[in-house]
């Protein structure tokens, strides 16, 4: 079955995570929408002004432009943002697929999350704006973080792409219902050698969230849209219904 897709980056990250997914799903006859979060990629917001209800709603306004429900896939951080956005927008949504992402229960925050990670290299590594708005990324480690097991051009786009992280979203507590966040049927994509939000991590949050239908593995680090692709696009198009 033919799906519109959503697919939502994460964290140091922007739309051009998706460049090499997006048309392997869309040759399989599906409908892709990528967009750059404010803050990101190439959207002119200031990190300082940045909010997690401005995620919320850049990512909402994309779903309620299409006709019918859509599949909405969120990368690490951005496990937050479609999880706040199913609790909205429930009827619009046909699945949520968490890609190495956070899973939040009702009440969470990123920050805390994040902060339970011993395997992440991303908290121990950041470098804070003298107010604190933002953070940025030593570029080894962003490389190793976000491109350690891809090619050299994958690493030097990281490179290239690299902006400062806004940080007000992070510490946003989620309110998620079982009556709409939790009747959105959820699917999981864990990343087995993952510096960027630990695959320990990922198996406690899965397992914390009895909703979550099924669960694939994927033998990469942190961004499995760049180091796997073909394998990425694969399991977004065999999902079941």
């Keep these: 079955m033919k799906t519109t897709f959503v697919l939502v980056h994460g964290a140091f990250a922007g739309q051009y995570a998706w460049q090499l997914v997006k048309p392997l799903l869309e040759q399989a006859g599906h409908t892709v929408i990528t967009l750059d979060l404010p803050g990101h990629g190439d959207d002119p917001t200031p990190p300082g002004s940045v909010t997690f209800a401005q995620y919320v709603d850049a ?44 899973l939040p229960q009702n009440g969470d925050d990123l920050q805390t999350l994040a902060g339970s990670d011993a395997e992440s290299l991303i908290g121990p590594n950041l470098q804070f704006a003298p107010d604190y708005s933002s953070a940025s990324l030593p570029e080894e480690v962003a490389v190793q973080v976000f491109a350690g097991d891809c090619s050299d051009e994958i690493k030097a786009l990281v490179k290239a792409k690299a902006r400062p992280e806004p940080l007000a979203a992070f510490q946003t507590k989620v309110e998620l219902t079982d009556a709409n966040f939790g009747r959105v049927p959820k699917f999981y994509i864990e990343t087995l050698a993952d510096q960027g939000v630990g695959n320990t991590l990922q198996r406690r949050m899965v397992a914390a969230n009895s909703q979550v239908r099924q669960v694939y593995s994927m033998n990469c680090g942190h961004s499995a849209y760049f180091a796997l692709p073909t394998e990425l696009a694969a399991i977004l198009d065999q999902l079941p219904d």
């Design 59 to 102: 990512v909402s306004q994309r779903i309620t432009a299409e006709a019918g429900p859509v599949t909405l896939v969120g990368h690490s951080m951005a496990g937050m943002v479609i999880s706040a956005v199913a609790e909205q927008l429930p009827d619009r949504l046909a699945k949520l697929v968490y890609l190495s992402a956070y």
